[in-house]
C-alpha cells in the first residue's frame, strides 16, 4: 500500500521552506530501487520533483495517481509511454491511457512532447558542434517512442539502425530506414497499444534483469548508442570502448558502469541534478506545472525552446582513436 | 474458407516476403493448431525462413494455439487480428513469449492496417 508520506512530505517540505514552489510527481512502472528527488528551475520557477515506483504494478499506478490528483501540480507517467508519435500519427497505449484518466483534475503527462520537440534539437546541436559525424552509424534500441530522434539521425547522413524488433520482440531484423520504421509502426502499433504493457516493455523486476548480450554485433558495429536506458543496460556487450551513449535517466552508478564498460562520451538528453539525468516525462510535467501549456497546444514549442533545456555531455574515457572527442 | 486454407493462404504470403523470411531466417520452429471446438488439428512449420502448413499434429510441438476454428481461420486468413481474440480470452497460446510475439508480428506485417 502507498502512504502519502513520502510524495506530501516532499510538499509539505517544500511549503514549509517558505517559498511556494510547483510540485510534480513521476508515477513509474519501473523498479522502487530507482526512486529518487530533487528540485530543479525552469522558466525561473522552482519545481520540486519526485520519482515513485511500483515495481511493474499497474494497479498501484493507478491508486497511486488518483491519491495524487489535485494534491500536486502535474504528473508524469515513468516506464511507459502514453503517446507514440511516428511522424504525423499517434498512437495511444491504452494502459498508459487508463493511468492517465485515474486523474481528473491535476495534468498528467508521458514525455513524448519532450521527445519530439528537444531531443530533435539535441542531434542537431551533437551534430553541429562536431561531437558526433555524419556517416557514423547509430544503434537506436528503440524508435518508435523516440521518433524524432530516429529521423533527425537520418536527416543529418548517419547509417540508422533502428533496433524495435530485435530488443523487443527479438528479431534479428535491423530496420534501417526512417521509412521503414514508419511503414512498420502503421502496421503492428495499431494492435500492439492494446496489449498489456508488460508484454511490449520489461517493467518492474524486469528492468534491472541481468545482462543479455547476445545482440552484441548491433552494438559492436556501432560508433553511436542511443535510446532508452533500460535497453542499452540490459542487451550492451562486455565493452563499449569508443563508443558515444545517447539516453536518459541515468544514475551515478548507471554512469560508473558506462565509464567501466570504455563509454567515451556519455549524452543525457535532460538535464543532470544530484547526479541522474531525469526521464522525459519530469521534464515535460515541469514545464506543464510552471507555463500551464501542454504539449498539445500550439504554445508548446516555444515553451520548450523558452525553457533552454541542455542536456548534458560527460567524457568518460579517452578517445582511442585520438583526436577531438 | 477452411482452416487449411486459411494457413496456407499465410504461408504463401510468409514466403512471398522478402522481408519476413530475412525475419524468419534464424527461425526454427513446430506450431500445432487446436481447435477447441471441431478437434481438427492443424500445424505450422518454420525452418530457415520458410513456412509450410498441413493438416494433422506435428511430433514435439514448440507452441500450442487454442482457439475457436472460426477464430483460428479468421485470425490466419487476416480478417481478424490475433490481439483481439488474444485479450477476449478467446485465443490460448501456449509457447514462450518470443513466438507468440513473432506470429503475432508476422500476421500484422501481412495484414495489418
Known amino acids: 500500500m502507498f502512504s502519502e508520506s513520502p510524495i506530501?512530505?516532499?510538499y509539505n517540505d517544500v511549503h514549509?521552506?517558505?517559498?511556494?514552489?510547483?510540485t510534480v510527481v513521476s508515477v513509474s512502472l519501473g523498479s522502487r530501487q530507482r526512486d529518487h528527488e530533487a528540485t530543479l528551475t525552469l522558466l525561473g520557477e522552482t519545481v520540486a520533483v519526485r520519482r515513485q515506483g511500483t515495481d511493474g504494478n499497474l494497479e498501484a499506478a493507478v491508486n497511486l495517481i488518483q491519491a495524487l490528483d489535485g494534491q500536486v501540480d502535474a504528473i508524469g507517467l515513468g516506464g511507459i509511454d502514453r503517446y507514440l508519435v511516428v511522424r504525423n500519427r499517434r498512437y495511444e497505449i491504452q494502459d498508459a491511457a487508463r493511468l492517465a484518466q485515474a486523474a481528473v483534475k491535476t495534468p498528467v503527462v508521458d514525455g513524448s512532447g519532450i521527445k519530439d520537440t528537444f531531443e530533435r534539437a539535441l542531434i542537431e546541436s551533437l551534430h553541429e558542434d562536431g561531437v558526433i559525424a555524419p556517416g557514423q552509424t547509430v544503434l537506436m534500441v528503440s524508435s518508435m517512442d523516440r521518433f524524432g530522434m530516429a529521423e533527425t539521425f537520418e536527416r543529418l547522413g548517419y547509417q540508422l539502425v533502428a533496433g524495435d524488433l530485435i530488443f523487443a520482440s527479438?528479431?534479428?531484423y535491423p530496420i534501417r530506414t526512417a521509412d521503414e520504421l514508419e511503414e512498420l509502426a502503421r502496421k503492428l502499433l495499431p494492435s500492439w497499444v492494446r496489449l498489456p504493457f508488460h508484454q511490449l516493455y520489461p517493467v518492474g523486476d524486469a528492468q534491472v534483469s541481468d545482462a543479455d548480450p547476445r545482440f552484441h554485433e548491433y552494438f559492436d558495429a556501432a560508433d553511436i548508442i542511443a535510446g532508452d536506458f533500460h535497453y542499452i543496460r540490459r542487451y550492451m556487450p562486455e565493452t563499449l570502448a569508443g563508443k558515444v551513449v545517447?539516453?536518459?535517466t541515468t544514475t551515478p552508478e548507471d554512469v560508473a558502469l558506462f565509464a567501466a564498460k570504455g563509454v567515451r562520451l556519455l549524452v543525457t538528453t535532460t538535464p543532470v541534478l544530484a547526479g541522474r539525468s531525469f526521464g522525459t516525462n519530469v521534464i515535460e510535467a515541469a514545464l506543464v506545472a510552471v507555463s500551464g501549456v501542454q504539449s498539445g497546444d500550439p504554445d508548446w514549442g516555444a515553451v520548450v525552446a523558452r525553457a533552454g533545456l541542455q542536456g548534458t555531455r560527460r567524457q568518460l574515457n579517452a578517445n582511442p582513436r585520438g583526436g577531438a572527442s | 474458407m477452411t482452416l487449411l486454407e486459411a494457413l496456407e493462404k499465410f504461408v504463401s504470403e510468409c514466403n512471398q516476403n522478402e522481408r519476413?523470411?530475412?525475419?524468419?531466417r534464424d527461425w526454427t520452429r513446430?506450431?500445432?493448431?487446436e481447435p477447441d471446438d471441431t478437434h481438427r488439428t492443424h500445424h505450422l512449420v518454420s525452418e530457415a525462413g520458410i513456412v509450410s502448413a498441413g493438416s494433422g499434429p506435428v511430433d514435439n510441438p514448440d507452441m500450442l494455439i487454442q482457439a475457436p476454428e472460426a477464430i483460428l481461420t479468421a485470425v490466419f486468413s487476416g480478417q481478424m487480428t490475433p490481439t483481439e481474440p488474444y485479450n477476449a480470452g478467446d485465443l490460448l497460446v501456449k509457447g514462450h513469449q518470443d513466438d507468440i510475439m513473432r506470429?503475432?508480428?508476422?500476421?500484422?506485417?501481412i495484414w495489418g492496417e
Not at chain 1, 514549509?16 to 510547483?22: A, D, H, T
Not at chain 2, 519476413?20 to 524468419?24: G, K, Q
Open chain 1, 8 to 10: 506530501m512530505a516532499v
Open chain 1, 16 to 22: 514549509r521552506m517558505g517559498r511556494l514552489v510547483k
Open chain 1, 170 to 172: 527479438h528479431i534479428h
Open chain 1, 246 to 248: 545517447i539516453t536518459n
Open chain 2, 20 to 24: 519476413l523470411r530475412a525475419m524468419n
Open chain 2, 30 to 33: 513446430r506450431i500445432q493448431l
Open chain 2, 103 to 109: 506470429l503475432d508480428i508476422l500476421s500484422l506485417l
